[in-house]
């Protein structure tokens, strides 16, 4: 093959059963991914109310193991690794020496000295190269397991029920943010209450080879509970309404964790040193001092829909951009993320808009998340 030809789409263990399902397919960070079966707002309705099975096998896997697995970790992430219980999990960030992000990240400690990082999947090659590299001088061994997991999810508020009646894993006992291996419809998992969309939910993680068994089951256990197959489409819509970043919208390398209002992430009192302190520990101080742009919410007020790149407007100045824009099923108006000069960023804020091809369109400012589940 000559290096002009363009790299073909890698599939998913889940591809042929996709297509037969009469999916769109779309291209995603490499990967030929379902964007949608029917209706995407039909998809997103499901999750809110009843239940939606993903196909989320892109993700990128990289196990970390050995004595100083945990130290490791610690030093390439900006959180602090050790502190997690076996059988949890934390969300995370990698950051560059300038404290620009990377990527964020989940990160489940499988056992002692066993950890699994879950990176996104455009991201997944760049992590495992930094991890690699970081790794110089740590008795701890970084693997790439991206072709040894394929991963489902289950989510929205009857995603509890259609998983007991497969598994007799204590789902009861499971927090949010833990995992436990199991056995769901014969197949061995790691079972993790996690999720991208708001909702309660599971993220189960197989071998590829099990993947069309599973998912099988879990749509004849759920065909009682009202689950369909969701694509990529409502997922982002359903992350956007709950308020959850996006790599490469509301993430970027040229901005770091307290930019994005997720310095909490950053854990400064764990031991030793880590990738970007310095950078961050500035950064923090700035943050503080002149608070930069924050992270808000935007409601339309009309029909039109602000996409990612847009400017937001008051007293005809620019004072922020969209990060992420969609209608909404759940408010049943268009919303978006937007980055907001400060003075403008105060929910309710007067005069603010989104510049959509010329027309100034009033939006209100809002604090994130636009939706929360009734626990």
Same mark, same amino acid.
């Given at each position: 093959?000559?290096?002009?030809?363009?790299?073909?789409?890698?599939?998913?263990?889940?591809?042929?059963?996709?297509?037969?399902?009469?999916?769109?397919?779309?291209?995603?960070?490499?990967?030929?991914?379902?964007?949608?079966?029917?209706?995407?707002?039909?998809?997103?309705?499901a999750v809110r109310t009843r239940a939606g099975l993903f196909?989320?096998?892109?993700?990128?896997?990289?196990?970390?193991?050995?004595?100083?697995?945990?130290?490791?970790?610690?030093?390439?992430?900006?959180?602090?690794?050790?502190?997690?219980?076996?059988?949890?999990?934390?969300?995370?960030?990698?950051? *560059?020496?300038?404290?620009?992000?990377?990527?964020d990240l989940i990160v489940y400690r499988l056992a002692e000295?066993?950890?699994?990082?879950?990176?996104?999947?455009?991201?997944?090659?760049?992590?495992?190269?930094?991890?690699?590299?970081?790794?110089?001088?740590?008795?701890?061994?970084?693997?790439?397991?991206?072709?040894?997991?394929?991963?489902?999810?289950?989510?929205?508020?009857?995603?509890?029920?259609?998983?007991?009646?497969?598994?007799?894993?204590?789902?009861?006992?499971?927090?949010?943010?833990?995992?436990?291996?199991?056995?769901?419809?014969?197949?061995?998992?790691?079972?993790?209450?996690?999720?991208?969309?708001?909702?309660?939910?599971?993220?189960?993680?197989?071998?590829?080879?099990?993947? =069309?068994?599973?998912? *099988?089951?879990?749509?004849?256990?759920?065909?009682?509970?009202?689950?369909?197959?969701?694509?990529?489409?409502?997922?982002?819509?359903?992350?956007?309404?709950?308020?959850?970043?996006?790599?490469?919208?509301?993430?970027?390398?040229?901005?770091?964790?307290?930019?994005?209002?997720?310095?909490?992430?950053?854990?400064?009192?764990?031991?030793?040193?880590?990738?970007?302190?310095?950078?961050?520990?500035?950064?923090?101080?700035?943050?503080? *001092?002149?608070?930069?742009?924050?992270? =808000?919410?935007?409601?339309?007020?009309?029909?039109?829909?602000?996409?990612?790149?847009?400017?937001?407007?008051?007293?005809?100045?620019?004072?922020?951009?969209?990060?992420?824009?969609?209608?909404?099923?759940?408010?049943?108006?268009?919303?978006?993320?937007?980055?907001?000069?400060?003075?403008?960023?105060?929910?309710?804020?007067?005069?603010?808009?989104?510049?959509?091809?010329?027309?100034?369109?009033?939006?209100?400012?809002?604090?994130?998340?636009?939706?929360?589940?009734?626990?």
């Amino acid at each position: 093959m000559s290096s002009t030809e363009p790299t073909p789409a890698r599939r998913t263990a889940l591809d042929a059963l996709h297509r037969s399902l009469g999916a769109t397919m779309t291209d995603f960070a490499g990967w030929d991914m379902p964007l949608r079966y029917g209706s995407e707002r039909d998809e997103h309705v499901a999750v809110r109310t009843r239940a939606g099975l993903f196909d989320l096998s892109h993700m990128g896997e990289i196990t970390v193991t050995g004595p100083q697995a945990a130290a490791l970790l610690n030093y390439a992430l900006v959180g602090n690794i050790a502190s997690v219980g076996v059988g949890r999990a934390r969300y995370t960030m990698i950051c *560059q020496a300038d404290g620009g992000i990377l990527d964020d990240l989940i990160v489940y400690r499988l056992a002692e000295h066993e950890y699994m990082v879950v990176a996104n999947a455009s991201n997944a090659q760049v992590v495992l190269d930094a991890l690699t590299e970081r790794a110089a001088g740590f008795e701890a061994e970084v693997r790439d397991d991206r072709d040894a997991y394929a991963l489902l999810a289950v989510q929205g508020p009857e995603s509890p029920g259609i998983l007991k009646s497969l598994t007799d894993a204590d789902l009861d006992g499971l927090k949010y943010y833990a995992g436990l291996p199991g056995t769901v419809a014969g197949v061995p998992a790691l079972i993790a209450r996690t999720g991208y969309t708001g909702e309660d939910g599971f993220e189960l993680f197989v071998k590829p080879e099990h993947a =069309v068994e599973l998912w *099988q089951a879990l749509t004849k256990a759920g065909e009682g509970a009202g689950l369909v197959p969701c694509g990529l489409s409502c997922r982002d819509t359903l992350r956007l309404e709950a308020g959850m970043p996006l790599y490469g919208h509301e993430l970027t390398t040229s901005l770091t964790p307290f930019d994005a209002g997720l310095g909490r992430v950053v854990k400064f009192e764990k031991e030793g040193d880590f990738v970007g302190r310095e950078a961050l520990t500035e950064a923090a101080a700035r943050a503080e *001092q002149n608070p930069p742009r924050k992270l =808000v919410g935007l409601v339309a007020e009309g029909r039109r829909v602000p996409r990612a790149g847009f400017s937001v407007v008051a007293g005809g100045e620019v004072v922020g951009e969209v990060t992420s824009g969609a209608p909404s099923p759940t408010l049943g108006k268009p919303i978006a993320m937007a980055y907001v000069d400060a003075a403008h960023a105060a929910p309710g804020a007067e005069g603010v808009g989104v510049d959509i091809r010329g027309s100034h369109e009033p939006y209100e400012v809002v604090a994130l998340p636009f939706y929360k589940r009734q626990k």
